[in-house]
């Protein structure tokens, strides 16, 4: 069994910082991709930021420049600095780890519960 917990968020005005981390623990052998993603009410959920096991960083558009996305392969924890906040960014923010766990050959996605994020102007 493999657990992602998340911690972090809150509420927080405009132009302030958060930062969310999210810990990876269980049977697991190793850990690639790690990414964290919101959901916005009545919107689908989106990648905001995606960082591979050798620290090649990917972010979507509107958080570049704002969010900092970073892990630590010892611990197995992702962690994401949030900048500048705007009112756009209140979403429930999800994080996510491609697991390989002990005994198993393929990767499988693990999610962690969601961590609510709330932005006011």
């Known amino acids: 069994q493999v657990q992602l917990v998340e911690s972090g968020g809150g509420l927080m005005q405009a132009g302030g910082s958060l930062d969310l981390s999210c810990a990876v623990s269980?049977?697991?052998?190793?850990?690639?991709?790690m990414a964290w993603y919101r959901q916005a009410p009545g919107q689908q959920r989106e990648l905001v930021a995606q960082?591979?096991?050798?620290?090649?960083?990917n972010y979507r558009d509107s958080v570049k420049g704002r969010f900092t996305i970073s892990r630590d392969n010892v611990l197995n924890i992702v962690y994401l600095q949030m900048n500048n906040l705007k009112p756009e960014d209140t979403a429930v923010y999800y994080c996510?780890?491609?697991?390989?766990?002990?005994?198993?050959?393929?990767?499988?996605?693990?999610w962690g519960q969601g961590t609510q994020v709330t932005v006011s102007s």
């Open positions: 960082i591979s096991r050798s620290a090649v960083e």
């Open positions: 996510s780890a491609d697991v390989q766990e002990i005994d198993r050959e393929a990767f499988r996605t693990y």
């Open positions: 269980g049977s697991i052998l190793r850990v690639g991709a």
